[in-house]
């Protein structure tokens, strides 16, 4: 899969592009047997199986600034090259400052701007084999310093539940500044979608760890996002009726 988010201008009728999300399979990164350690022996954490992905960039590749997802962990593996990592949290001022960039296509130096606007940065260089954790919504973008390589999956935890609850919400709450405006469809189509298999993924988890002191909480704050899932839907359905 070819993504222009991850490009470096080399003149006005040239890109250098890379492969995002290249899926796992049996003969490929399959073969490597990569596991999520500790969290795939844990039993108060999901790994979802076969969904690790490897992702690919030329060297003076960039990824803009951006956040994956709504509520989960992302247990990466830089596998080769070298790159660099940069990484802002969600805090509520940054998620207000990036409000209106996220999910758009970036037409200007967004990175740039995050350095100079966003609070908290941190810097990842990876040039050798490792792993680490992405906590749910961490912004980050990346440069590629030669051609290189890292592949990751995701990872749901409960002691984690009010990080990862919080930005769902924050999803939520986004999806609701969009409707009733000229935002085009186009700008947040299918994130409802996204934001149900994130809670089924934690209802799952949840239904196997019902002695877990953390369950309780956690099944009592699915209700109120299913709630408020169900709500944004409602809206929805009653925009795409009157248009």
Known sequence: MVSATTYCEMSPERRIYGALDIPMSKNGLGMCQYVATPYNTQENSLVP?????????????????????????????????????????????????????????????????????????????????????????????????GTSGHSGTWVWTLPGYEDSFRMVSWGLNWMKGKLGTDAPPGDYEGELDTIQSKLNSWRDLVKVNRQDPDSGAASDLLRILDTELSDVSFVQSLQEKEA
């Open 49 to 145: 199986n076969k969904l690790w992905t490897t992702t690919f960039t030329p060297l003076g590749g960039i990824t803009h600034t951006h956040m994956d997802y709504y509520g989960r962990h992302q247990y990466m593996v830089h596998l080769f090259g070298r790159k660099v990592w940069l990484l802002w949290p969600p805090t509520p001022e940054n998620l207000k400052k990036f409000a209106p960039f996220h999910t758009q296509f970036p037409e200007t130096d967004l990175m740039s701007w995050c350095i100079d606007e966003l609070e908290g940065l941190q810097v990842l260089y990876c040039t050798d084999e490792q792993a680490f954790v992405v906590k749910p919504n961490v912004f980050h973008a990346c440069l590629s310093i």
